[in-house]
């Protein structure tokens, strides 16, 4: 582990395990990161200031009312800092983080805190077990935190059962990794779709389709932790700590990523974008009346990955727009239902795309709304590589280390 000159933020709150921190420190010093550490008022019953500030070698952080310099301390510690961890992480701070409460440093700091957080809880295992902490952390991993979950044994309260700190070794690795992997798409801008359009037919009823918006969540999820500025262009409702914009048609899909075509230097599409709309939008509730049969007129909808391919191809303005990428990676998906091969390569070279992601919807255990996924990357140049079936989160770090890397 190598973590020379890397800011770690240590946050630790009012559990026993705050005790195991002080070693934590010298782990961390030793592999050249600097640290600072912030402490609950909790946290100091169980170890001490002096500690603290001695291995880390710097102040250690409590008050949010003592500032040393002109910006107030939390966000002065936000900005300065590359990854936050906190550990041990009580269930009354999680609950806090997940309300936005900002009553103590601490909590102000993550309030103000838009990097990589890495969160390990430590807690009696009946409180671990409750609903209201284990939601609170699906939201807080839904934010893009990453938790580190505590081990099973003897806990300090007398119990046995699952409420241990994880282990200093996993908390090392895991923020070792964090740092290195956010290094990898650092100053790029990623733009991917997700989720089915949905076409208004009249105020009540829509066309639409199955995709979940699962596999653009998780592309979205990895590319922010691998250091990238995210948007994500998404028909779903989506809490995120990246830039989310919310669209409905496919031609507000198509008007989003436009906008945010120039600027950016890897646009994926793994929107279900609907080939058609509807050609007259009723404006008032379509009533059946004496009618057996109702017939809806369709028309083609804009192909938004085709166009974007196009685009690529037409000669840079000279000189480029203000933040303008040049040499954009370009990457659709597609979902078929029968000879995924033969349709992946002919859609690859009719859009003009550099990778087609392919996706077999005749299995009913990966694709639409699973969490798994099972997927074969096509790219221009005829390469066919397959990605054994894993956790739509796997195979997003697959795709984006494979197409940043050919
Ligand atoms: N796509 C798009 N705009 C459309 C339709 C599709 O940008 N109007 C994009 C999708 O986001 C995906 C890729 O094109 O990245 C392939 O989508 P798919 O539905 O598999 O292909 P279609 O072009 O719609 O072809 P078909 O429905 O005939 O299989």
């Not at 300065?80 to 269930?91: E, G, K, R």
């Not at 653009?216 to 250091?227: I, N, Q, V």
């Given at each position: ?308 391919c ?19 990676i370009i990457v659709g ?11 992946a390569k002919?859609k690859i070279s009719k859009k003009g795309c550099d990778f087609l ?20 990357i096509f790219d221009k140049n005829g390469g066919i ?18 197409i940043?890397?050919e």
């Amino acid at each position: 582990m190598t973590l020379q000159n890397q800011h770690i933020l240590i946050g630790i709150t009012g559990g026993i395990a705050a005790y195991k921190i002080c070693e934590l420190i010298r782990m961390f010093k030793k592999s050249g990161a600097d640290v600072k550490v912030i402490v609950t008022p909790n946290a100091l019953n169980f170890v001490t200031k002096l500690t603290l500030q001695n291995l880390s070698q710097n102040d250690v952080y409590e008050g949010e009312f003592t500032p040393k310099n002109w910006k107030p301390e939390h966000i002065s510690l936000a900005d300065w800092a590359d990854i936050m961890l906190i550990a041990p992480a009580t269930a009354n701070t999680i609950g806090k983080i997940v309300q936005g409460i900002a009553d103590n440093l601490l909590t102000s700091v993550a309030c103000a805190f838009s990097k990589k957080m890495i969160i390990a809880p430590a807690m009696n295992c009946n409180m671990w077990q409750n609903v209201a902490v284990q939601n609170n952390l699906n939201i807080l991993e839904g934010r893009g935190v990453e938790i580190l979950p505590p081990d099973n044994g003897f806990l300090a309260c007398g119990y046995i059962g699952k409420g241990r700190l994880c282990s200093l070794e996993k908390i090392c690795s895991a923020v070792d990794e964090a740092l290195n992997y956010q290094q990898i798409l650092k100053g790029k801008k990623v733009v991917i779709t997700s989720g089915g359009t949905i076409e208004d037919i009249d105020p009540v009823r829509y066309i639409s389709n199955y995709s979940s918006g699962k596999m653009g969540l998780s592309l979205a999820k990895t590319a922010y932790d691998m250091g990238a500025e995210v948007v994500l262009v998404t028909t779903k409702d989506v809490e995120a700590p990246y830039k989310v914009t919310k669209v409905k048609s496919a031609l507000d899909m198509q008007n989003a990523v436009n906008n945010e075509y120039d600027g950016s230097d890897i646009i994926i599409m793994a929107a279900a974008v609907a080939d058609y709309r509807v050609k007259n939008y009723s404006e008032q509730k379509m009533k059946k009346g004496g009618n057996e049969n109702l017939t809806l007129e369709l028309v083609k909808n804009p192909d938004i990955l085709a166009e974007l391919c196009k685009k690529r191809q037409a000669p840079l303005p000279n000189p480029l727009p203000q933040g303008a990428r040049e040499n954009k990676i370009i990457v659709g998906f597609c979902a078929e239902s029968e000879n995924l091969i033969e349709n992946a390569k002919e859609k690859i070279s009719k859009k003009g795309c550099d990778f087609l992601i392919a996706n077999d919807i005749s299995r009913k255990d990966i694709g639409f709304g699973s969490d798994n996924n099972e997927v074969t990357i096509f790219d221009k140049n005829g390469g066919i590589n397959k990605l054994e079936k894993a956790s739509k989160q796997v195979i997003a770090r697959k795709i984006l280390e494979y197409i940043t890397n050919e």
